[in-house]
């Protein structure tokens, strides 16, 4: 148990304060690395209010493909393989991968970018 | 076979950097009279019948982890020549210097907008590492400028893409033959070929990943028909070109050229990560895609829309396996850059691109 301001409102006011006081005062060839260190510290913000559910939903969808269960990271690999040696190999199957691994990476997209994917390629696939 | 693979991590990091920071003012932190006396002996070396140049370290252009670029003053006859030396360490393994040069200098005899090289070596005895110097071409680089330039100039996006087409065609129009022996060739059996397997030896050095799983089956069902191989830059894009107000005033940093496909720099110069926000601009964020293909298509060269939309696939694969590489680099503590740490929360932003380059028909 801490005491107030809790790890997320600590972050932010890194981040703040990176972006303020400390870009305004940095020399120009670090400034990149001052904007870069403030966006990290948000992304870590945002990662613990959303990480939890967002790995349970990653497993939930792995484990649906896969037919069994297990730890995210794992099942990731696993897909993985199983794509490289040939499996999800008619349309349909690897549609449904498609979908499911877009799917987690746009909830790691909600913790790294929010709104990158709102951008749809509509003029630019094949 | 592939001219990428040595160099696919030291570029990228150098990239991440960035490189286009303005002068500074004050040139580095030490040795700045070794590199000046260093730059003017080659220059005296290299035209030994001219008085000897001095020259004066200005400022830094930007410090990546393999190129240091650096602005020179140098002085002969009374005369002074503004230049810009890169710097690159052998241990990049980068297109040589001299090689380098040589593209450059076949690239300008098409009509390519180049900065001229005034002096290349690859002997590290003058300054320490291998160098190439060349007449410094005054205009934008950064990207979000040269957008921002855009935005206040109706019409001036459209010519920047026009004359990127433009300039890409003359380039891919020169004799391959022609090209120095020293500069790789991505041809065997085929471009596409050839790189979907540099790609497979990347990816399998990592993590393994249904996204790149998915990436590579795409590419082996889809390689597009080879064309004729020829020069390709490698890295021509939103942030390797110089803008002056008639627009694009120089293409810069060739150290990635080699003989390919010609769709593999148009498809680069279309990635959306080097539109910088402007999603829709599919040209750097400049302008839209027809712009380039017209341009392309008018000045002689042939547009294969599959090879594009191929090598655009590939493409974007390869950036997020290097935003892996960088991240790998920093957890394995081999650097302790920032920048390189972020790039592990930036694949996501690739895997989300692939996947929608490849997305199957609803």
């Not at chain 1, 490289?84 to 449904?96: H, K, Q």
């Not at chain 2, 932190?29 to 004066?56: E, K």
């Not at chain 2, 040589?102 to 002096?119: D, F, I, M, S």
């Not at chain 2, 799983?213 to 064309?227: C, I, S, V």
Request: charged share 20%.
């Amino acid at each position: 148990m801490q005491d107030s301001p809790d790890a997320a409102r600590l972050l932010g006011a890194v981040a703040d304060t990176l972006e303020a006081e400390i870009l305004a005062a940095t020399d120009p060839s670090v400034r990149h690395e001052v904007r870069v260190a403030a966006n990290l510290c948000r992304i870590v913000q945002r990662e613990m209010a959303l990480e939890g559910e967002a790995d349970r939903n990653a497993e939930g969808r792995l484990a649906a493909l896969l037919g069994h269960g297990g730890s995210s990271r794992r099942l990731w690999a696993e897909l993985a393989g199983e794509l490289e040696a040939g499996a999800f190999a008619d349309a349909g199957e690897e549609g449904a991968v498609h979908a499911a691994v877009l799917a987690i990476v746009a909830d790691k997209l909600a913790v790294a970018k929010p709104g990158y994917d709102s951008y749809d390629f509509a003029a630019e696939r094949s | 076979m592939s001219p990428h693979p040595e160099r696919l991590a030291p570029d990228a990091v150098e990239l991440s950097a960035g490189r286009n920071g303005s002068p500074s003012g004050h040139g580095g932190p030490a040795g700045d009279a070794d590199l000046a006396a260093g730059v003017a002996r080659a220059l005296a070396d290299a035209d030994p019948a001219a008085p000897p140049p001095t020259v004066h370290v200005t400022g830094v252009a930007s410090a990546g982890a393999t190129r240091r670029t650096v602005f020179v003053d140098i002085v002969r006859d009374g005369s002074t020549t503004e230049a810009v030396a890169q710097l690159a360490p052998a241990l990049a393994r980068s297109l040589s210097p001299t090689a380098e040069a040589a593209c450059v200098r076949q690239a300008a005899t098409a009509g390519v907008p180049v900065a001229e090289p005034l002096v290349a070596t690859d002997d590290a005895g003058y300054v320490g590492v291998p160098f190439l110097v060349s007449r410094r071409v005054r205009g934008l680089t950064v990207p979000r400028q040269i957008l921002r330039a855009i935005a206040d100039r109706p019409g001036f996006g459209t010519t920047l893409a026009r004359q990127c087409g433009k300039t890409l065609a003359a380039l891919h129009g020169l004799d391959p033959a022609e090209v120095p022996d020293d500069v790789s060739r991505l041809v065997d059996p085929t471009p596409t070929v050839a790189y979907a397997e540099h790609l497979r030896l990347v990816a399998a050095s990592l993590a393994p990943s249904p996204v790149m799983a998915l990436g590579q089956r795409w590419l082996a069902r889809n390689h597009p028909e080879a064309a004729k191989p020829c020069l390709v830059h490698g890295d021509m894009r939103n942030g390797n070109l110089i803008v002056d107000d008639d627009g694009v005033a120089a293409v810069v940093d060739w150290e990635l050229a080699h003989v390919g496909d010609p769709m593999e720099d148009l498809a680069w110069l279309c990635l959306r990560c080097w539109r910088f926000r402007a999603d829709h601009l599919e040209v750097g964020g400049f302008a839209s895609l027809t712009e380039l293909s017209d341009a392309y298509e008018e000045a002689g060269g042939t547009w294969r829309a599959d090879a594009f939309h191929w090598w655009k696939v590939a493409r974007t694969m390869w950036w997020c396996l290097v935003l892996q590489l960088q991240a790998e680099a920093f957890v394995a503590s081999m650097s302790s850059s920032l920048v390189l740490a972020a790039s592990g929360r930036r694949v996501a932003e690739m895997e989300y691109d692939l996947l929608m380059l490849i997305r199957p028909d609803d």
